[in-house]
């Protein structure tokens, strides 16, 4: 089977692949609901899809002038997060009947008026928890224990033995902001190494057991969490509400040994407070895997040398984005064939309300 991410694909059938020179589905000859995927996706979402219906796959339409174009003839639309899925977008695709989102951060779409036109929204719920938890402990063993920095001073000629005594994570306090699919997950992996876990979720909803049987103590208030943890972990979606929920306020009522860990969305953080509190000396680091505005165009964290930053990763393994795909691709397939699917977001589309974006 042929597949190049350098341009679109368009499948007609298993196994049956045609690499397509521009972005137009004119060469497609199967007669079937067309499927438009306008950002990357793994090849077994692909092939699912192709079961089913006639799919336009190129990874980077949504930065072209052709994306419209092929929404108008589809009946569904898969995304990640650089796609703005918004009303102009839902109106030119009057036959759009879902929408599939690869990963479960919904910024990127106009749930309201989704849900106005008709069109349900299916997310990759669950798919990538275990990746981005795993993504947060990796972050808190790299900080407190600085292997690769510890390997860079040998190969140099050190044996600075004293500057690489640090600490443990055990007995440390780890303050979850949202305890759902990925902070109960955390939770789980930071009580087997012997820490303390905290949480702050006014809606909390564990997937599988409640708080009393993780360990995890709930605290009324953020501010109560923030003063206590020697980690911060965000796990919670991008709203008006917590637009900058974390700012210089929030800065100041951390340990100044504390350090943040951002795996949700950019625009929690207040990034200009987050430099000043730190020149400041308020916390002692951040770990940020996501930025308000992505990529980032310059910023003055990257001049902070207690600030690590990844480029949106943390979800991102091989296994986790298989399920991703194979779950949207199923539940994308549900919706086309009048069936409810299970990853539906709530409280669009005439039914009840439901989480709107990560944690």
Not at 169 to 186: A, D, F, M, Q, S
């Amino acid at each position: 089977m042929t597949r190049s991410l350098a341009g679109p694909l368009q499948f007609s059938g298993v196994g049956d692949t045609v690499v397509v020179g521009g972005n137009t589905t004119s060469e497609c000859q199967v007669i079937g609901m067309k499927i438009v995927v306008s950002e990357w996706m793994e090849e077994v979402g692909l092939r699912k899809l192709a079961e089913y219906g006639q799919v336009m796959y190129d990874p980077d339409l949504w930065r072209s002038r052709y994306l419209w174009n092929e929404v108008r003839e589809a009946e569904a639309l898969i995304v990640r997060n650089q796609t703005q899925v918004t009303d102009e977008l839902l109106g030119a695709g009057e036959r759009l009947r879902v929408i599939g989102r690869l990963g479960v951060g919904l910024d990127n779409i106009d749930l309201e008026a989704a849900g106005r036109r008709g069109v349900q929204v299916v997310v990759a719920r669950n798919a990538n928890a275990i990746s981005v938890a795993e993504y947060v402990f990796s972050a808190m063993l790299h900080w407190i224990r600085p292997l690769l920095e510890a390997s860079e001073d040998v190969k140099t000629g050190h044996w600075n033995r004293r500057r690489f005594t640090t600490g443990e994570l055990y007995g440390k306090t780890l303050g979850l902001v949202g305890l759902g699919e990925i902070g109960t997950r955390l939770a789980i992996r930071a009580k087997c190494f012997g820490m303390q876990v905290t949480a702050y979720d006014p809606y909390v909803a564990p997937f599988d057991m409640p708080p009393a049987d993780l360990g995890v103590s709930m605290c009324p208030s953020l501010e109560d969490l923030l003063a206590s943890a020697d980690f911060v972990s965000l796990h919670l979606p991008l709203t008006r509400e917590t637009y900058h929920m974390i700012n210089y306020d929030a800065f100041a009522r951390m340990k100044p040994t504390a350090v943040l860990i951002n795996t949700a969305r950019g625009g929690v953080v207040d990034e200009e407070a987050l430099v000043t509190a730190l020149r400041q000396g308020l916390l002692g680091g951040a770990v940020l895997d996501v930025l308000e505005h992505e990529p980032p165009d310059g910023s003055p964290l990257f001049h902070e040398e207690r600030v690590i930053l990844t480029p949106h990763i943390a979800g991102l393994t091989e296994e986790s984005q298989d399920r991703v795909s194979r779950l949207v691709a199923e539940e994308v397939i549900r919706v086309l064939r009048g069936e409810r699917s299970n990853c539906v977001v709530r409280g669009i589309s005439g039914v009840s309300n439901d989480q709107r974006g990560s944690r």
